[in-house]
């Protein structure tokens, strides 16, 4: 349809939910208040849905929304087996591994899908029209360069046909490698996060991990509380400078650098035994005590 006007505007638009909008308004005029559980959505974490295609049960012919979080490993020959009539595919991973993700060809009747953070998937693995000729959504991000590519040269024609298409942060094997275990890795072309505040920030992290870890492995317990403070206020005062050359923090960011000592302290856990709580505690204030975020 043409537009109503041709003034330059700046706005978008994602998705046509008009039959979910009158389905739950119908809900609402019967007095039916909140979402009831209907059979045709489903959610898990990855964990769980591998428990389930592990088991020998029927096929969920009835689920056509599913959604899967927090993605180890998946596969996908099972996926289809198990969920054969899905038409809307929202597949969330951890840097995981998507095997044999050329068996969603099999998924007929597949209208939209999202992957986000997966890998594993090869140019021979790309969806194909003739094959998913009802997909009018494909949104992609943070997914191997070979398999954006191979996407983007079937796909992008489709868009004048009304074929959403968005792929974004095509990733190449050597950044997955070296961002496996790197909580900062969101970062990496955030639209306020510069390419040289993003180097900047995960060199710091990286300096405050080894300095963390080799406290915990060499110094005596009485002195690790007051070496995880010095390290707190040094991780505070260099994210002050980086923040005052180019404003980026912000709520989300925040909770981002303190979620990344928690994922350190986690590590020495693991390393070095539990316990850890009233180093944890001494470096959240040694931040706390500098920061400008």
Known sequence: MPLFHDEPANCWASGWNLGDQLARQRR???????????????????????????????????????????????????????????????????????????????LVSLQGIRIIDLFGM???????????????????????????????????????????????????????????????????????????????????YKTTRNAILQVFAAEPADIQLTRAEEIGRAYGEAFNRLDRRSVFIETVEREELFAALDHIVNEAEALYGPGLEGARGSLISGVESVRDW
């Open 122 to 204: 090869t140019r021979e693995d790309r969806l194909q029209p003739q094959c998913v000729a009802k997909l009018e959504s494909v949104d992609l991000y943070s997914i191997p360069a070979e398999y954006a590519s191979a996407m983007r040269s079937i796909w992008r024609p489709e868009i004048p046909a009304g074929t959403y298409v968005s792929i974004l942060r095509a990733r190449k094997p050597e950044w997955v490698e070296e961002n496996r275990s790197n909580p900062l890795r969101e970062w990496d072309g955030r639209e306020q996060i510069s390419a040289t505040t993003y180097k900047g920030a995960v060199a710091q």
């Open 28 to 106: 609402w005029n019967s007095g039916v208040r909140g979402d009831p559980v209907v059979a045709w959505k489903a959610a898990y974490t990855g964990e769980a849905v591998n428990e389930f295609l592990s088991q020998s049960t029927a096929p969920r012919s009835q689920v056509t929304q599913l959604t899967i979080r927090d993605i180890d490993s998946l596969d996908c020959a099972q996926l289809v087996q198990r969920f054969p009539r899905v038409a809307w595919l929202h597949l969330h991973g951890r840097l995981g591994l998507l095997s044999v993700a050329g068996e969603l060809n099999r």
